[in-house]
């Protein structure tokens, strides 16, 4: 059996990221262990199931975002609260216990309860429709939040004291709490009338008694639990760990003797002096990074053996159709998350004084930042490198889509829109949005592996600094080894089909090694050499 032990957490919680479907996402939730996961699930090549330490009430609507919600899954929470539904179960919050005289009013966000003309509880929803937690109310002050589970039960509840979270209920199926988690000190407390939790393997469910009463934290907790399971596991089980700065010390030790494959993507894990976690890393049956490079930076800190570390993307390679033929223009797409200031400016003018020149030539400016204003301070940013150049400001403009007024003047001395920012935070809406590209463009220290990999998936030529294994320098794109090269760069890829066609087949070459396929292959050694 394979173990998949995710990295799902709210930043250094043990907590799952869900939140209402009104907050606009700031961050992608595709990681190492996501696409691991679907490569293991479509294949059924091997057993598997995936060992979740984090409290995750609607875990199973993460599942279904991410196509594998048949994924066989232990939940460390479900055995701390017994636990034992396994299917989503629609709730809706007309079936709850509310006062006679309450009041419902829908708002385009939330549900608003309203009792004797005061706020009595507002109900948020998932992305699904489904609410995810009720907040209760007393003179106008939030006194208690409800947490509900996708499979039909309240799983949780904060109690608030002068509207500060003062400690927070785990609880069973029926209602009854079972551990209780104080935000002062972080201590836990064991309930003595239930504090049992439950342990389900291979069909057989076994009550084991806590071992204290009162933990430390909840990772005291959660390692008990844990190493209970483990006892029933086999010799032979492997356990794929995607590291992550708030589990490693405890894996560190509940694996110590566990056949491991470390799995590391992008920055997740920061190195530390921690002796439990490097031990884990230094004596891991394998080590599987996102990338080239990270070999290299992993091998340089960690010293693991050559043999033992092998890089695996975690996005696969197909060919896809993009639309870029179909749009009228050609769109340059420009990566400039982490580009140095002075960088950015520089490239901002070459490309302006340059597309200015050419009919039909677009520049995308494109960002992951998922703040409110980063459309506004990116379009400011860009305005003033255009004014240093003597450039109208008003060629970047957030609506790309025809001409913009200069000072509002007549139409005659309306100009072009040249640059517009594209915010794009998930991976669907990155996809998107590159299909319809001539040119990627990402001049930072490390180009991003996602857009690369889509860019070979779309047969994009690509301009970079840094040579990595999605590109071959004059085969599906050009390796800047000084900036001034980037006009020429430009018109070659810009000026006819002749060298964009020659860089979309050389593409298509690329993209054969990285397929669903050649991923699974790979995973299959890694899974021989630890087996």
Known sequence: MLYFIPAWYKD??????????????????FDDTVKQ????????????????????????????????????????????????????????????NWPERIEFLYTPFVVVAMLDKEKYAQIDFGEDGNPIWIELYRKGTIYRRNLYDD????????????????????????????????????????????????????????????????????EQVIYEVLTAYLELTSYSDIFCVAMHNLHAGLLGKALRYEKKILSFFQDRYQIT??????????????????????????????????????????????????????????KVMLAVDGLDDRLLGAVVRILGEHVSRKKGVQVCLFTRDARYDRKQKLLEQVRAELAKGDMPEGWAAEDGNGMVAENDLEMEEKVPVLFVPEQCVDELSVSKCMREQWLLIDLRE?????????????????????????????????????????????????????????????????????????LLNMWGEVMDSVG
């Open 12 to 29: 250094r919680e043990w907590y799952e990221n869900e939140q209402s479907w009104q907050v606009k996402r700031m961050y992608s939730e």
């Open 37 to 96: 996961i679907q490569l293991f699930h479509r294949s059924r090549v091997y057993d598997y199931q995936i060992m979740l330490l984090s409290f995750a009430p609607n875990f199973r609507h993460f599942l279904h975002r991410q196509g594998i919600y048949r994924a066989p899954y232990w939940s460390c929470f479900d055995a701390i609260q017994e636990v034992e539904r396994k299917r989503v179960r629609v709730l809706s919050f007309h079936d709850l």
């Open 151 to 218: 499979r039909g039960f309240i799983s949780s509840t904060i109690l608030y004291e002068e509207g500060s979270p003062l400690y927070q209920d785990y609880l069973m199926e029926d209602g009854v709490w079972k551990l209780r988690y104080y935000y002062k000190d972080g201590h836990v407390e064991i309930n003595k009338t239930s504090s049992f939790y439950l342990i389900e393997y291979n069909n057989t469910k076994r009550r084991r008694r806590f071992s204290r009463r009162i933990y430390d934290n909840l």
């Open 273 to 330: 002096d921690y002796q439990e976690e490097l031990n884990m890393v230094r004596k891991a049956d394998y080590v599987v990074v996102d990338s080239k490079e990270s070999v290299r930076r992993i091998y340089k800190m960690f010293r693991i053996s050559p043999e033992h570390i092998v890089a695996i993307p975690p996005y696969d390679t197909r060919v896809e159709e993009g639309t870029s033929l179909q749009c009228g223009i050609q």
């Open 446 to 518: 490390v180009p991003e592996q996602y857009l690369q990999i889509k860019a070979v998936s779309f047969g994009i030529p690509q301009i970079v600094r840094q040579k990595t294994e999605f590109i071959v320098d004059d085969g599906n794109g050009i390796i800047l080894t000084k900036g001034k090269r980037l006009p020429k760069a430009l018109d070659y890829y810009l000026d006819g089909f002749e060298h964009w066609n020659e860089a979309r087949i050389f593409s298509y070459g690329i993209s054969r090694e990285y397929t669903t396929e050649r």
